[in-house]
């Protein structure tokens, strides 16, 4: 496979560059989140790992005095034009359409208010306030299309995830990203002065199904608050949660909804208890998050699966929570399941191995990135929940295997620190700026 790093970029441990070579440096940056704002709590509706990205990222790029404004839609009345996240870092809300009841879907009509709305931010300052756009998702990337040729500066655009990579594995009863998208997706890869993909997969889907230039592509990989997510007591997490001290237990984490798939491991638990009984009076299988897209259809269906396979004693539904109650559940489980059909990524799997707890997932996207198999968990081929029911029987028949495996998943997650990504970032900026430039200097003789 090819290796895409950026051509000024210095590669992860190397010597580190300076971000403003060629010229003046990035001093700030107008990052796009359209369709969901960093304010919102992971896990519901459409936030989740985009979200705890944005905010981190942003968080970490001005600590190295990158300045950061977020723009994103307002999705209710009397929000504050514009909220401090942090030194450095602001968020700005824009009007555009109703408050409540757009699903993500219906928000292409939206895109002329809304970039009307980051105009008239724009407006408001003196000339050439922006040094460079961050667009993330594809309906950002459109808006970021328009800002960044009407300031004259470049695009740096995230994917997040892609069209034609989901609907290449749909999960049944999932729906298919509209061919409306793929076009927009084939627009932006195009107009972006560089694509930043989470890892070097997802930088091959990116040439391969929307050909993409090569050098355009820098892979850089997401962090993890390593400050916040650390090993801690796996007894004291489970007092504090209300769970049983010497339960086995298998933790869901992420948003309901089809291509997730939490259903697998409910599905996985009712096959372990059907071949061992006995299983029952010690095993808790909670699935924390919310439902989304297509999971709001039938947002009662994992409930009605477990009753229906005998399993509603043992599963519990918690709604999401805040980062600081996600790292207790990630402590008092004994492995993370995560059986999705497609990530970009997989922050939640690093979050959980950073407090020191394994991980069986698909091996899917990023996720063989996230996860060392038969190191700090377990990748299973497939979505066929006996497979997963194999691999939760290991943690069964062998008590101290959650121990060893958590021990390396923390050491693992130690080299995914936001810093890094935050670095490697800011590189990307620089050589986004620096051939900007020189092309600006060529087009003008």
Known sequence: MTTYTSKLGALRGGPRKRWGVGGRRVRRVAMLSVHTSPLHQPGTGDAGGMNVYIVELAKRLAERDIEVEIFTRATEGGLRCEVELAPGVSVRHINAGPYGGLAKEELPAQLCAFTHGVMQAWAGHRPGYYDLVHSHYWLSGHVGWLAAQRWGVPLVHAMHTMAKVKNAALAAGDCAEPMARVIGETQIVSAADRLIANTEEEAAELVRHYGAAPDKLAVVHPGVNLARFVPSGRAAARARLGLPADALIPLFVGRIQPLKAPDLLIRAAAMLLDEDPSLRERIVVPVVGGPSGSGLAKPEALHKLAAQLGVADVVRFQPPVDQERLADWYRAANVLVMPSYNESFGLVAIEAQACGTPVIAASVGGLPVAVR?????????????????????????????????????????????????????????????????????????
């Open 373 to 445: 198999d038969g190191e700090t968990g377990f990748l299973v081929s497939g979505h066929d929940p006996r497979d997963y029911a194999v691999a939760l029987r290991r943690f069964v028949d062998q008590p101290h295997l959650d121990d060893v495996l958590g021990a390396a998943a923390a050491r693992h997650a130690r080299h995914f620190g936001w810093d890094t990504a935050a670095e490697d970032t800011a590189d990307v900026y620089a050589e986004a700026q620096y051939e900007h430039r020189r092309h600006l200097r060529s087009a003008h003789g």
